[in-house]
């Protein structure tokens, strides 16, 4: 349980850090308002067809009695929405970051930098970069649809559809944000995706003590923007942890890109 409470402080360091750095902190702005403004352009959208999309996949209860078509409907309604949110906050962060990524390299090196010991730095071009942060996010949001997927089906299950379900949905987006964000640092090092996911495995409650605040503070609006640079300073601090959880200041990892 200790875990969880260090990683909410590796979310709470992040924020102070951006807080105290100003200028860093409006630097980290920019790709997150880019991303924000097309996100939410496509949840308006969404909030506005989801009704006439679950009437089209449900031609079979017209026929139904009151009040069993508009309950069924407004149920699938609401499912739709919240899978949407769900994907949203996963997705936010991935593409926040794919913009960002001259921003939020610049970012996390500083944070490094000011932790003291070696800066690392990939020796890759920026292109080469992007690509791999494309692949690898592609990669985890094929894992998170499929526990979306899964989730949307038990989503029907009376009362645990309703509860327990989307803790557990809270629980995945916080862990893959954490993902996400710790790659920032991690792909420095030469990490690749496989080794990333065995580190954030060995310290499951270290990282959603991270990401599972971040995931419920990212639903509320606006919210997500204010916080990237934040997130991406504490994951930075998070990864640090990860890669060194003995405090040793040996944080060097080998160059694993053509695994």
Known sequence: ???LGAGFGYLVKGQRWVIGHGRWFGFGLLPGLITLVVYAGALVGLGYG???FVAWATPFADDWASPWTGLLRTTLTALVFVFGLFLAV????????LVGQPFYESLSEEVERGEGG???ESGLPLWRELWISARDSVRILLRVALFGIALFA???IPVVGQTVVPAIGICVSGYFLAEELTGVALQRRGLVLKKRLGLLRRRRLLVLGFGVPLALSFLVPFVAVFLMPGA???ATLLARDLVDPQGSGDTAAPKEWAA
């Open 90 to 97: 996963i997705t936010f962060t991935a593409v926040t970051l």
């Open 1 to 3: 349980m200790n875990d």
């Open 50 to 52: 989801a009704d006439d």
């Open 154 to 156: 038990c989503g029907f």
């Open 118 to 120: 070696e800066v690392h």
């Open 232 to 234: 991406v300073a504490g």
